[in-house]
């Protein structure tokens, strides 16, 4: 079974660099279990990355207007995203979209789990604010979790 | 006095922050602004003082989706400064590292962007429901031109390996080799792209634009070239100020460009098509002219199949240079900084991308003037805008709005990589029938 960790984000963007330290807190702990690779998001790069695996996991920062380090966690072969994943991305492609985009052209993985980090701010060139950095952590420990079930 | 009021809060498929105002009073187009309020991004600024060998890497970051054209037109400013020409198969594989640009922006914007428009689609995902298949093949094509970048730039995103005078580390034979198959596959299916986007239903709509573009000896353009146009201009980057100017505008933190004598053109594939097509490959010349395209093409909405018949060029172009690849000695030639000024324009995937440097004795630059493709195309966008709203004033509002969509993203607009938003409000008086958008 080939398992993969993507974290989305812009680590110069504030808390919009939760998905990417959730990821790196992961390749530092267990890379002998899952690949992890770093994205910023672009649509067709995921839709690729994701076809090369079985089990998905996806990190990404989101605003859906609840307290920051607020975590997410959705099921994307049983429902579309929220709405508030669409909205913090470029080019007018959130994650939502490249996974409605995968789902319409049958190419979502056998397992999609997105993790959201509720962020707090996006300041050019601030670190990650407490809540988030904490929340980044709990996600990678939840998602180790998550690996370790599939393993037994 | 009746008034109908349209408004999208969120252009979706085009890159930056803008919005549309226009107005038509008794029929008429009175005023047409195509306002841009994303915050200026002081690239030129900060550039100031660093050393020249740093301008590919500072710049590449102005766009995710172009990030080449930025290194490109920046390196070769900085080779002409210092009196260096890049010739051989390093010359080639930036030509390489360019089509894999072409292709990856090409596709995105047809098959994900502009596709949905033709097809009567809101957007990718729902066009996806009904034509996978086509998405699909989109989908792969980009990754082909992904592939070369990678390769080559070390990295799909903002490329790291160009540098002034070459690269960092030159791919092996067999990397490039490696990605013969995909290719293969990528050109026929741009033919096959070039032969679907021709079937799509296009307005009746030409304009007499001055079509400006580089102009190549012997080849289409990518890195270099004369400076031309169906108006009467032939110069060399180095004349480029001196027929072109920018012009700042109250509703736009982007420039105007303008030519001096005569105001508005255009620059991006149709432009580079009309003044290169005897520059194609003879089978990329059949491909478009069974197309329907003509060896010139002033039709904007027709800019879906011009970019098809450029990913089929750049395709061929790859093939072209991976299978005479030779690993070069050296990956780079030697380049001294020398007190100059250095001027250099090539073809981004939305138009003609000049750069401008001013550098010290000791390599520290102390002007940098960049002059993209979507500040020069602005004013054709508004005079395409102005003539799109008065043909179609018989229109409801909603396919109204959606036609000017169409007429901006006709253009592949790249107002900035950042985020990506255009709000569009169409407003109508009867009567005085008043069209405003904002």
Redesign the interface.
């Known amino acids: 079974m080939r398992r993969l960790v993507i974290g989305i984000g812009n680590s110069d963007r504030g808390d919009d660099g939760a998905g990417l330290a959730a990821a790196r807190e992961l390749a530092r702990n267990i890379p002998q279990v899952v690949t992890v690779v770093e994205s910023r998001g672009e649509p067709a790069g995921l839709i690729d990355q994701w076809q090369k695996a079985d089990v998905v996991f996806l990190v990404d920062a989101c605003a859906s207007g609840v307290a920051p380090g607020t975590i997410h966690r959705f099921d994307a072969r049983l429902a579309p995203l929220p709405e508030h994943f669409g909205a913090v991305s470029t080019h007018g492609f959130g994650i939502g979209a490249a996974v409605e985009l995968a789902r319409a052209i049958g190419s979502l993985p056998a397992s999609l789990i997105v993790y959201g980090i509720e962020a707090g701010s996006f300041e050019p060139g601030a670190w990650l604010s407490p809540p988030v950095a904490k929340a980044a952590l709990d996600v990678a420990a939840r998602i180790a979790d998550e690996l370790a079930c599939l393993s037994t | 006095m009746t008034r109908r009021t349209i408004k999208v809060d969120q252009l ?4 930056g922050e803008g919005a549309l105002h226009a107005q038509v009073i008794d029929g008429k187009v009175e005023h047409v602004e195509l306002n841009i309020f994303e915050p200026p991004r002081f690239f030129e600024a900060f550039l100031q003082g660093r050393d020249f060998r740093e301008a590919p890497d500072i710049t590449a970051r102005i766009c ?2 172009c990030p080449v054209a930025y290194q490109m037109s920046s390196v070769h400013a900085m080779e002409a400064a210092c009196g260096v020409t890049v010739g051989g198969a390093l010359r080639d594989l930036r030509r390489l590292l360019y089509c894999g640009e072409w292709i990856e922006s090409h596709v ?1 914007h047809i098959y ?2 502009h596709a949905p428009d033709f097809l009567g689609y809101e ?3 729902d066009m ?2 009904d034509h ?1 298949a086509l ?2 093949r989109g ?1 792969r094509m ?2 082909a031109g ?1 592939a070369i970048i990678t390769v080559i730039g070390g990295r ?2 903002h490329p790291v390996n160009v540098r002034v005078g070459g690269f960092y580390r030159l791919p092996e034979r067999r990397e490039l080799t490696a990605l013969h198959d995909e290719l293969n596959w990528g050109r026929d299916a741009a033919l096959e792209t070039v032969q679907w986007a021709a079937g799509l239903p296009f307005p009746d709509f030409e304009r007499d634009y001055e079509l400006v573009a580089l102009r190549p000896a012997d080849e289409y353009p990518l890195n270099e070239g004369r400076i031309v146009s169906n108006k009467g201009i032939d110069t060399d980057a180095a004349g480029f100020e001196d027929i072109f100017e920018e012009i700042h505008v109250a509703h736009s933190t982007a420039l105007h460009g303008n030519t001096k004598a005569r105001g508005a053109y255009l620059v991006g594939p149709l432009a580079r098509y009309s003044l290169n097509f005897d520059r194609l490959p003879e089978s990329v010349q059949a491909a478009a002219m069974e197309a329907g395209l003509g060896r010139e093409c002033r039709n904007p909405f027709k800019s879906i199949v011009v970019r098809a018949v450029e990913v089929l060029f750049a395709f061929d172009e790859a093939l072209r240079i991976i299978d005479r690849y030779e690993r070069p000695a050296e990956p780079s030639v030697p380049v001294e900084p020398r007190a100059a000024s250095g001027q250099w324009a090539t073809e981004a995937p939305r138009g003609l991308l000049y750069h401008r440097y001013d550098i010290a004795a000791d390599g520290s630059i102390r002007v940098a003037k960049i002059v993209p493709p979507t500040s020069q195309n602005q004013p054709s966008v508004e005079e395409d805008l102005r003539d799109v709203i008065a043909a179609n004033l018989a229109l409801d509002d909603d396919a109204l709005r959606g036609r000017c969509e169409q007429t901006i993203r006709n253009y592949d607009p790249c107002i900035s ?5 255009l709000k569009l409000n169409v407003r109508r008086e009867g009567g005085g029938e008043t069209c405003d958008a904002s």
Not at chain 2, 12 to 15: C, D, F, I, N
């Open positions: 979706a498929r085009v890159e995710g989706i995105l994900m962007l957007g990718a995902v996806a429901r996978a998405l699909q989908l980009k990754k992904n799909e995103v990589c950042a985020t990506h938003f």
